[in-house]
């Protein structure tokens, strides 16, 4: 009889599940389900937390259809999750308000105004103070929502991220947890300890009560408990942060292993061991995975847009219809014929390098020729730039010697922009067979979990799709002279 491990990967704009046989450790299957971005004002961007369980919900029982799988062959379950997102609710699991998701800005001017302040703390948590992350979103929660304030008085209030809140409903209320690679991503964990700090806590004035317990990233997380899609009993024994769970997945367990994932937005992470590096260049310092008791960390950069621009292509401006038309699109557009267009996508502000929460998306350089095609086409550009100054901010502190990036998640399917980022970045960039990574990496870690696996076996199942080698051309070296030269005039 087949046994399977159930991946659950709650992203930005929907819950995947994905069944992963046991021993064999192939992807069997995955379903994907979208949720309601909800978008009150501008720079606010929320999630109905009942949405994001009913979306987890509706992806188990259909990926074990679509499997022709029962709940009885489900060995144990990884969680893998949006970071950042912050969920309030009471101790029956009820959510009191929506999600403020890592997007959101609203908290701009508390950062801006507390910046200074804020300075003597940062080699604790390696994180900037900005909008970003979490404590600022759950101070927010704290201060302006009347029900949020109240459970607090009453002691009966839950903050955490999205790895919190899933674990706890799916225990059935039973396991308030998370772990360090969600934890240090809060501004409430000290790096060093990989537990709540009292300072941090006490700047941004959250009580750590209302706090999940810290635990290592591989273990026993908890059962499942009174659920009307799973039987009880099955061991949860894996939450990893969506990014840290594609390094694993990409096989960057060891120092030196880079990786970025192409999804929302895209984020670069670099594997430093257990050296925490101090960036010089604008990158987070955080946690890969904590493993029998000593963290492992990480350099990250961050851009906010990636296949979210695309997105806005299909849903706003109407120019394409499915996310995978931009590629045939885009490739209409000659090199000769895009040299002033540039497409700057920070509909939700710059993260690293530069960290410019009020920026602004644009596109300059139009004509009256200019056309859908230049436009599809500067969007891929525009993702590759934005995701390059990160890269070579990593390059830069990076310890050991980048020649090549390993890539996944929906977006690295596109075959130009991988291309573009090749060439815009002077190093090759790298497919992996299964680009699902972030679900086969909270896999992966699950069986970990359990001492099903070990971390030296994992390098032996990651396969290569593809190579895409830079391009000496003159156009991208153009066209990355004058991305500096805008960026550093308009933002800087």
Known sequence: MKRFILSIDQGTTGSTA??????????????????????????????NLNDIFNSVKRAVVDVLEKANATVDDIECIGITNQR????????????????????????????ADNAKAYSPLQDKTGLPLDPYFSATKMRWMIENNNIVKEALENKNLCLSNIDGFLLYKLSGNQSFKTEPSNASRTLLMDLDTCQWDKD??????????????????FGEFGVTKGLDFLPDGIRITCMLGDQQAALFGQAGHTEGELKCTYGTGAFIVLNTGTKKIKSTNGLLTTVAYKFNSKPVY?????????????????????IIKSASEVERLASKASNESMESVMFLPFFTGIGSPFWKADAKAAIVGLSRDTSKEHIARACLEGM?????????ALVEDSPTIVNAIKVDGGACQNNLLMQYQANFSGNSIVRP???ETTGYGVA????????????????????????????NDQYFSSKLRDWKTYIKKVFL
Not at 200 to 217: D, H, T
Not at 305 to 312: K, S
Not at 444 to 471: A, N, T
């Open 18 to 47: 994905l069944l992963i046989d046991s021993k064999t450790l192939e992807l069997v299957e995955k379903v994907n389900h979208e949720f309601r971005q909800i978008l009150p004002r501008p720079g606010e961007v929320e999630h």
């Open 200 to 217: 941090l806590c006490k700047f941004f004035n959250i009580p750590q009560f209302v706090l999940p317990e810290i635990q290592e990233s």
């Open 298 to 318: 990480a350099l990250e950069g961050s851009s906010y847009i990636a296949g979210a621009a695309v997105q806005w292509l299909r849903d706003n401006l109407g």
């Open 384 to 392: 590759a730039l934005s995701i390059n100054d990160s890269i070579k």
């Open 444 to 471: 992966l870690g699950s069986l970990v979990g359990i001492g099903e696996l070990k971390m030296e076996e994992i390098s032996k199942l990651w396969k290569e799709d593809r190579i895409f080698d830079p391009q």
């Open 433 to 435: 067979a299964v680009i």
């Open 84 to 111: 950042e997102t912050v969920c309030a609710y009471d101790k029956l699991g009820n959510p009191l308000c929506n999600a403020i998701v890592w997007q959101d800005r609203r908290t701009s001017k508390f950062c």
